[in-house]
């Protein structure tokens, strides 16, 4: 049972490129989210999801996209990589909002 | 204020020690709380779930005070291997807010 997968698990940008980052989960949650954690700081929410076709703002979304096209992924869009982006991404996955988060093993992102 | 705050400590004990710490909550109306232990720049893994009569996992109790708005961790019999940060969630509405958490040190 893979849980929640995220790639790539590092990855160094450019200023002004831009990139995705994957997530997955085959658990058949229904919320998922994206967060960033800043080195010595807790997580900030980025964008969640609780099905298919609908997404919400957390608390940090400018700069993010997301979309939720299937039950199974939740990709994040950075359009225009900046250097206060450059942090380490955590997607999760939930049954509902009341249980556990289950996440993924992290993305580090650099961007010089 | 903060929806979910935290002493970030570091508590440094002794292996075999007791170390216990609180996380305060905003939210009255929440409902779920979860501890969570995240290693250095590892995903949080969850602890566990608190429930509202206070619940026990082997050298982990965690307890719930509505009344006060906090949420408890005491570990017993310290291990090396429980040098970590531990995260307070709890729901907030629709989501999970984490607190910036505890870090704990466990020396020899």
């Known amino acids: 049972n893979a849980g929640v997968t995220q790639t790539p698990k590092f990855r160094i940008l450019k200023i002004g490129q831009s990139m995705t980052l994957q997530c997955a989960q085959d658990?058949?949650?229904?919320?998922m989210y994206w967060y960033r954690q800043d080195p010595g700081m807790g997580l900030k929410l980025i964008y969640y999801?609780?099905?298919?076709?609908?997404?919400d703002k957390g608390e940090v979304p400018n700069g993010y996209n997301v979309s939720r096209s299937t039950t199974e992924d939740f990709p994040l869009r950075l359009e225009l990589a900046a250097p206060s982006q450059t942090s380490v991404y955590f997607c999760?996955?939930?049954?509902?909002?009341?249980?556990?988060?289950?996440f993924g093993d992290g993305t580090r992102l650099s961007i010089l | 204020r903060k929806e979910v705050e935290q002493d970030p400590g570091p508590f440094n004990v002794p292996e075999g020690a007791t170390v216990a710490f609180n996380c305060t909550y905003s939210?009255?109306?929440?409902?779920?709380f979860f501890w969570y232990r995240q290693d250095c720049r590892k995903e949080p893994k969850l602890l566990m779930s608190v429930y509202s009569s206070g619940n026990e996992d082997g050298r982990f109790t965690a307890q719930l005070n509505r009344a006060s708005q906090y949420i408890s961790l005491l570990i017993r019999d310290s291990k090396l291997s429980d040098s970590a940060t531990y995260l307070c969630v709890v729901n907030d509405d629709y989501k999970l807010s984490f607190g910036a958490g505890t870090t704990v040190t466990v020396r020899a």
């Open positions: 999801s609780v099905g298919a076709g609908i997404t």
């Open positions: 658990m058949n949650h229904n919320y």
């Open positions: 939210n009255s109306a929440s409902q779920s």
């Open positions: 999760a996955s939930s049954p509902n909002s009341n249980q556990p988060q289950h």
